[in-house]
């Protein structure tokens, strides 16, 4: 893999943090001194260290602000949170810095022009003012700022030759330990590559050689990146109440185009989203739409929440509507099919999402359970939940793996002609295989079951009580 990492400096955040840039001269003042003047303020001569009375005499409409710590926190974070969609290593660097690691994604963008590509234009939408940094490591990106117009990533010889040319009053140090370093007459980076390090330790001290060698990529330099915003939870106010719930399908929409966009960001998928509705009578309704496999697409989400809303019967106008998408799961891309078939049928999972979504069907999953009758032993859990865990094996019980899927509660009584038991005015050709089921109760009759086939071509499950009654109890 490439080592290479980006550096975006946002040089005026402390001013552009609130509103972004502005065109009438705006300074940041602490102590009455200005610390940090945008381009308009810099034209009219205002510059950093002035005083503010000196400030106002250059520029009369100067507009002052204070320095707010949290206001360019927050900022930064949230750029760092929209670059999460260029590549998962991002990385702050206060006061108003981000490094990326890219070298991992060059191939995902189709080599470095087409990355480079992507980053040119999220600057270019970019609310804020930026300055570009490119290195071989996270300190070189942040020095090696504004680099000429390239097409493919320089050789770290390249590398090695600009940080060289880096004056040291350029470098980010302490002041200091830069006039320490500029007393034996050393004026750059590079006179100080032959120098051994030892010696560099001892005399500048173990700080500044361990900056050096992660500098260079001598030392390894992990970063903790940012981690994504979770959970995804947005809500849309109407100014009128809205007593028809096909009046919603363009909010939703709204909102699932917002979900799948940072789902698309984060390469996330979700299982299940979940829609309120803020009635006017000061209720809430919470409608889950669920999915059989995890998915980030807006119009499958759209689908199935058209398909729940029509089994929706509103108490009151709806005020609001939110969507909490839950938990999200991570994507997985190599799963896709590379060259999927177009004329292929549609997976069965879509089918199963759809029926899932008709409260009217009940539709359920059928389960196993604890019991001695079979249509005891059968319990139904929604549609969409994962199957829960094998129970562990006992001694006192084993269950037979050939039982039907469905089995009848209560059975269903089949009609007898000449000793042949019937279904559908049709007989049944039984199987000599028998299995009984001896009763734990004196109340309940044994059963002889026995595996019979319809000729409609249907396998089928009866069984024979002790009054020669027949009885259909399931389906394989």
């Not at 500029?182 to 560099?200: D, I, N, Q, S, V």
């Not at 979770?230 to 909010?251: A, I, K, M, Q, W």
Request: net charge neutral.
């Amino acid at each position: 893999m490439t080592a290479l990492w980006l550096a975006l400096h946002f040089p005026l955040l402390a001013l552009e943090a609130a509103d972004g840039p502005v065109e009438q001269p705006r300074v940041l003042v602490h102590q009455h001194r200005v610390r940090l003047a945008n381009a308009a303020a810099r034209a009219a001569g205002v510059e950093s260290g002035l005083r503010l009375a000196t400030a106002r005499a250059l520029c009369e409409d100067l507009e002052v602000r204070e320095a707010d710590e949290p206001a360019r926190e927050a900022a930064l974070r949230r750029q760092g949170q929209h670059l999460l969609a260029l590549t998962p290593q991002v990385c702050t660097a206060p006061p108003s810095t981000l490094l990326l690691e890219v070298g991992g994604c060059l191939k995902l963008y189709g080599g470095f022009q087409g990355l480079m590509a992507r980053v040119d234009r999220y600057r270019l939408h970019c609310p804020l003012t930026t300055r570009l940094g490119l290195g071989p490591t996270p300190l070189a990106a942040w020095h090696l700022t504004d680099p000429p117009p390239l097409e493919q990533v320089p050789e770290p010889a390249r590398f090695q030759a600009w940080l060289a040319e880096l004056e040291l009053d350029r470098l980010d140090l302490e002041p200091r330990l830069r006039e320490r370093l500029r007393a034996p007459g050393f004026r750059t980076l590079g006179e100080l590559y032959p120098l051994p390090r030892p010696a560099l330790g001892k005399r500048f001290g173990a700080g500044f050689l361990d900056w050096l060698q992660r500098l260079l990529g001598e030392k390894p330099d992990p970063r903790r990146p940012l981690p994504p915003p979770r959970p995804f939870r947005e809500r849309l106010d109407f100014d009128d109440p809205l007593d028809n719930l096909d009046y919603l399908h363009g909010p939703m929409t709204r909102l699932l185009a917002r979900l799948s966009s940072d789902l698309e960001r984060h390469q996330e998928s979700l299982t299940a989203i979940r829609w309120h509705l803020y009635l006017n009578n000061g209720h809430r309704d919470t409608l889950v739409v669920r999915r059989a496999q995890a998915g980030h697409d807006a119009a499958t989400w759209l689908d199935l929440t058209r398909r729940r809303l029509e089994h929706q019967v509103l108490e009151a106008p709806v005020l609001g509507l939110g969507l909490d998408g839950g938990r999200p799961r991570p994507r997985n891309p190599a799963l896709a099919d590379l060259f999927p078939d177009p004329g292929a049928r549609a997976p069965l999972a879509s089918l199963l999402e759809k029926l899932a979504a008709e409260p009217a069907l009940s539709l359920y999953r059928p389960d196993r359970a604890p019991g001695h009758l079979p249509e005891e032993s059968e319990r139904g859990r929604p549609p969409l939940d994962r199957p829960a865990p094998p129970a562990l094996p006992t001694v006192t019980a084993a269950t037979p793996e050939d039982r039907p899927l469905w089995l009848l509660d209560p059975p269903r009584p089949l009609t007898v002609r000449d000793t042949v038991p019937h279904w559908r005015n049709r007989p049944l050709t039984l199987f000599a295989q028998e299995e009984r089921f001896s009763q734990p109760w004196q109340t309940q009759a044994a059963r002889r079951y026995h595996v019979a086939h319809h000729p409609d071509g249907l396998c089928c499950w009866v069984f024979q009580d002790d009054q020669e009654g027949w009885w259909l109890q399931g389906f394989f």
